[in-house]
């Protein structure tokens, strides 16, 4: 004995059994809920299995870099953040040209020593809060909406998926800020072109400092990734970035004048250092920084993946 | 197929889960039961080595779950917590989960049809209702053809239509020889898709065992018995040890969940209560008797003996419900006042 009712929104019919045990045909049931179902019988189309050896592989390296980029390329936030970088980059390096433009020429003494890469790479200055942000959220945002569980159930090994979000983060990363600091010294040279200020990629400096505009964007984005895989919440891991970034330099610069050495120590020095093509007598050489920042971001990445192996999820 | 071999479990003073050692078969639908706070969701975070346990060991498939090449080929889980980005659809978040264990595409389309989500594929799940979040997870969890499946409170937010399939899927899922641990407060669903069971409360093993015999356990031997000599048969069987109440009209009474008095359903009969003459008075004329503490294969025979006519004995069976609730009484952590007016007409 069964019931029948007529689904009012497309004629359907909807069977019901009057005792619970007088089940329908489980894809029958699925298949008249969407129209298209298989109509196989029995319980095998009921999980919709493919093929006695399974649909799954085994769990593979590429396969996570794969998992990764599907993650982060469908999140409209990763849209955002990366649009800002770039706007950030070629806005400020507009600006910051054009002002530079409007205030002196090669006849001025004080611009005897202009460095003409400075201002059109001088965007990085906010690309790394954006940047970093998005390092951030490429771990944070799976802990706040409960996503981790599903990735580490998948990948109960853990620290692959650590591997793998830094390999899909730093080759965007490196890419997209390479092009965009390339692109924003292009623009700022054409500006300062004008008052004979401009230099050529081919002048000293002028292409490692692109160079290390990338590198040092991509360190801070990894950097982002590693304290957020720490310390698990968007708002804290983007509150410990900036402190790192912004606020350390600040404190230091109101310590006593014998402890301003500190000062060359920072991330952010080593990435003016970086992102200039003239180093201070204070500062590292280039390649030193680079190691340096290597170094900060190998010793907190370490220790995301220590606690990430370590603890609950 | 899972075996879990003294597992615990504690965070920080709180013991969540103690030494709890269990196995689920393949072939079969095990019900997890347990009231708030048993320790249920613990235990399948610590079988998915999302939690690690403070002592004992979980195997599935006969190797720690860490341990597993293809984790997805082996288990499909959803977990109690929603385990999905909000900002990603429910495609790309199966293509996600696909790609790290290589799955085509065209599975993802099939557990996707499967759950009924076809037309929202591609909508953010951040705005998916309660039953299609769940419907997704469930998608998520069949992606890998598991031969295991692990379920917390599956039904949870889902329409009839939506627990009947999942009734139907995990029996049909246990008829393909793989396990199933499922876990849910819903009893009356509970009854109709697991036939095995797991109670556990306050983090301890209660009882793992069948449905059929938890349920029997509880009722505590119980018949109804109808005869036109009900009162001469009472005589006789409390002499064997039974307890033996008239029931007055056998068409509407139930066997209560919480007897008056609130002793056990199974409390064994004993010898200090009414003499025979005194159950025999007590029945008179009535013809349907409720007898606890002799099995209904005996009560027969000491009715034939006795020469007395049998109308119907029937062995009394309590809900899955009424007997998970007898069960785990000690068990429960947090219990609610009962409303107020509601136990004073008593
Ligand atoms: N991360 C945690 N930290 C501290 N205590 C926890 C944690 N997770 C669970 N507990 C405690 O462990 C006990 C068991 O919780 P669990 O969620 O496993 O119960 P449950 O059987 O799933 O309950 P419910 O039926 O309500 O889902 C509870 O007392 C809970 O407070
Ligand atoms: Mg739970």
Redesign the pocket.
């Known amino acids: 004995m069964s019931t029948q009712f007529t689904d009012p929104r497309d004629g359907r019919t909807i069977t019901a059994p009057a005792n619970g045990r007088d089940v329908a045909d489980p894809a029958n049931a699925t298949g008249s809920a969407n129209g298209t179902g298989t109509n196989g019988t029995g319980t095998a189309s009921a999980t919709g299995a493919v093929n006695a050896a399974g649909p799954a592989g085994d769990v593979v390296f590429l396969g996570l870099v794969r998992s990764e980029w599907t993650k982060f390329r469908s999140l409209r936030s990763t849209w955002w953040t990366l649009a800002l970088t770039v706007a950030a980059m070629i806005g400020l390096a507009v600006l910051l040209c054009a002002m530079a433009a409007d205030d002196g020429t090669t006849l001025d003494p004080e611009y005897a020593d202009f460095d003409a890469t400075a201002p059109s790479l001088g965007g990085a200055l906010l690309a790394q809060i954006t940047i970093g942000v998005l390092g951030v959220l490429m771990i944070t945002g799976e802990y706040t909406t409960g996503m981790i569980r599903a990735t580490l159930t998948l990948v109960p090994r853990r620290l692959p998926v650590l591997w793998a979000k830094a390999v899909v983060f730093a080759g965007v990363a490196f890419a997209l800020t390479l092009v965009t600091g390339l692109l924003s010294f292009t623009v700022g040279q054409a500006i300062l072109a004008g008052d004979d200020l401009s230099v050529s990629i081919g002048s000293p400096g002028a292409a490692r400092a692109i160079l290390g505009c990338a590198f040092f964007l991509t360190a801070v984005g990894l950097l982002g990734l590693a304290i957020g895989a720490l310390l698990r919440s968007t708002a804290g891991a983007v509150s410990a970035l900036l402190a790192v970034l912004l606020g350390l330099p600040m404190v230091v610069g109101l310590l006593p004048a014998s402890m301003q050495s500190i000062n060359r120590y920072l991330p952010a020095s080593i990435g003016e250092v970086l992102i200039s093509t003239q180093g201070s007598g204070n500062s590292f050489s280039p390649g030193t920084a680079a190691v340096m920042m290597t170094v900060y971001l190998v010793v907190t990445l370490v220790a995301a993946a220590i606690v990430l192996a370590r603890r609950?999820v | 197929m899972i075996e879990a071999r003294g597992l615990t479990k504690r965070?920080?003073e709180?013991v969540?889960v103690e030494d709890l050692s269990f196995t689920v078969r393949p072939g079969v639908v095990t019900g997890f039961l347990?009231?708030?706070?048993?320790?249920?969701?613990?235990?399948m975070r610590m079988i998915l080595g999302l939690d690690r346990p403070t002592g004992g060991t979980a195997l599935i498939d006969g190797r720690p779950y860490r341990e597993l090449a293809a984790p997805m080929r082996h288990v499909g889980a959803l977990l109690?917590a929603r385990a999905i980005h909000t900002g990603r659809s429910a495609a790309n978040h199966l293509l996600a989960l696909a790609q790290t264990h290589g799955v085509a595409r065209r599975r993802i389309d099939e557990v996707i049809e499967l759950v009924g989500l076809r037309d929202v594929a591609h909508k953010r799940a951040g705005g998916f209702s309660l039953g299609m979040g769940q419907r997704l997870g469930i998608a998520s969890a069949l992606l890998g053809d598991p031969s295991t499946l692990i379920l917390?409170?599956p039904v949870n937010g889902l329409d009839p239509e939506g627990i009947r399939w999942i009734r139907d899927l995990l029996r049909g899922f246990a008829a393909q020889d793989r396990a199933v641990l499922v876990?849910s407060?819903l009893m009356s669903e509970m009854a109709l898709t697991a036939t095995e069971l797991i109670v556990i409360g306050r983090?301890r093993l209660i009882q793992e065992t069948s449905v059929a015999d938890f349920v029997r356990a509880a009722s505590g031997n119980r018949v109804h018995v109808r005869s036109p000599h009900a009162a001469a048969l009472a005589e006789i069987l409390v002499r064997e040890g039974a307890t033996v109440t008239a029931t007055p009209d056998p068409a509407t009474t139930r066997l209560p969940a919480d007897p008056p008095g609130h002793q056990p359903a199974h409390q064994p009969a004993h010898r200090s209560g009414p003499t025979p003459d005194q159950v025999s008075a007590a029945i008179g004329t009535a013809e349907t008797i409720e007898v606890a503490g002799l099995a209904s294969a005996r009560i027969g025979e000491l009715a034939r003996a006795g020469g007395i006519a049998l109308h119907e004995l029937t062995p009394r069976l309590v809900s899955l419900e009424d007997a998970f609730m007898n069960i785990t009484r000690d068990a429960v952590?947090f219990t609610n006042a009962a409303p107020a007016g509601i136990g004073a007409n008593r």
Do not use: Q, V, W
Request: aromatic share 4%; proline share 5%; hydrophobic share 10%.
């Open positions: 609950d | 965070y920080g709180k969540a347990g009231p708030n706070g048993a320790g249920k969701s613990t235990t109690e917390d409170e876990s407060h983090g952590e």
